[in-house]
């Protein structure tokens, strides 16, 4: 029995140094759900600068504890969406937007997929009347002679 206590005694010790080294929970006020919403989406819409592919409400980087108290900041002093979005960017640079924005150095990532499914299309097609235009030929002399010996050798006894 005392085996058993001292057991979940341990067990709840290292319960509390983990959740200690966790950090504490955020935990942000908002007034208007509105804005707690305006919150969350753009937090998820950014990515962490430190983290591989994480967007910030889900890190737990400092940098990305930073930018959501900017974030937070900013929407209480009464910012747009585009304000935050551009001081983010601005600051952290392009690499911070999940989705980067359509300008002179992202129309090739833009338009890639896009062409590249025309490029496909207009190659089925070609290849479809090329194959077309191949069986559809009409039979020389030369081959229409031997096709019509070809029938009329296996109809003679």
């Known amino acids: 029995m005392a085996v058993i206590r001292l057991t979940l005694a341990g067990l709840a010790l290292l319960l509390m140094a983990g959740l200690a080294q966790a950090?504490?929970?955020?935990?942000?006020?908002?007034?208007?759900?509105?804005?707690?919403?305006?919150y969350r989406s753009?937090?998820?819409?950014?990515?962490?600068?430190?983290?591989?592919?994480q967007a910030i409400n889900d890190s737990d980087a400092p940098v990305s504890r930073d930018m959501r108290d900017r974030i937070y900041m900013m929407l209480q002093d009464g910012r747009a969406d585009m304000e935050i979005r551009d001081h983010m960017v601005e600051?952290?640079?392009?690499?911070?937007?999940?989705?980067?924005?359509?300008?002179?150095?992202?129309y090739l990532l833009w338009g890639l997929p896009g062409g590249l499914v025309v490029f496909g299309g207009i190659l089925v097609v070609l290849v479809v009347r090329a194959r077309r235009n191949a069986s559809a030929r009409?039979?020389?002399?030369?081959?229409r002679a031997r096709l019509e010996a070809l029938i009329n050798r296996g109809r003679t006894p």
């Open 91 to 106: 600051r952290f640079g392009d690499y911070v937007l999940y989705n980067p924005r359509l300008d002179g150095r992202t």
């Open 23 to 38: 950090g504490a929970i955020e935990v942000r006020e908002f007034d208007d759900p509105v804005m707690e919403q305006r």
């Open 42 to 53: 753009l937090t998820a819409s950014m990515r962490c600068p430190t983290c591989e592919n």
């Open 138 to 143: 009409a039979l020389s002399e030369e081959e």
